[in-house]
């Protein structure tokens, strides 16, 4: 196993927390205290919605515990998850009935 180059390493922790500080930066110091416009708060009541779907799609697409193959039993409750969220717009609804059906599945086929 080779060892990564120790300069590289800092070089990249230090940009990411400059990249980090900069960016939050941008809206305390520079924005903190004049109102956003509208259609940029427009724009960030999506942000959450957009993050667990970012998060939860490439492990049903690309699962880890299959070796990146997608499978039947994720498919399936990735698709029952979304019906039931679509159906009922209760997302804990949808979370659960999602991983209720990966286990059962996973019960069942393996």
Known sequence: MTHPDPVAVWTIII???VGSYALRFVFIGLVGDRPMP???LRHLRYTAVAILPALI???VVWPTATGG???APRMA???IALVVGLITKNVL???FSGAATLYG???LLT
């Open 15 to 17: 940009g990411l927390a």
């Open 38 to 40: 509208p259609w940029l």
């Open 57 to 59: 799609a490439p492990l």
């Open 69 to 71: 193959q997608p499978d």
């Open 77 to 79: 409750a990735a698709a």
């Open 93 to 95: 609804a949808a979370i």
């Open 105 to 107: 599945l996973l019960y």
